[in-house]
């Protein structure tokens, strides 16, 4: 006798199953990732201050200490 042909043995029921038990644990987390990991923060109803003008180049008076300016 050359060989003998044989059945495989069944696969077991994780080899059989194993990619809808990932796949479902995928989506699961992705889900909980989405809806529990917020994107950017609510901003709040208080405005900001605004921007402030530089100091005067010059280190004397400003012109309307001096009455100079329109």
């Known amino acids: 006798m050359i060989g003998v042909l044989t059945e495989p043995a069944p696969p077991t029921w ?3 199953n194993r990619h809808k038990v990932l796949l479902a644990a ?5 889900y909980l990732i989405g809806t ?4 950017t923060p609510a901003q709040s109803d208080t405005p ?3 921007r402030t003008t530089p100091a005067p180049a010059t280190s004397g008076p ?7 300016a329109s």
Do not use: I
């Not at 995928?26 to 992705?30: E, I």
């Not at 529990?36 to 994107?39: C, E, R, T, V």
């Not at 400003?62 to 100079?68: K, Q, S, Y």
């Open 36 to 39: 529990h990991l917020g994107g």
């Open 62 to 68: 400003h012109p309307t200490a001096l009455g100079l």
């Open 26 to 30: 995928g989506l699961l987390l992705g």
């Open 14 to 16: 994780w080899r059989a």
């Open 48 to 50: 900001l201050p605004g």
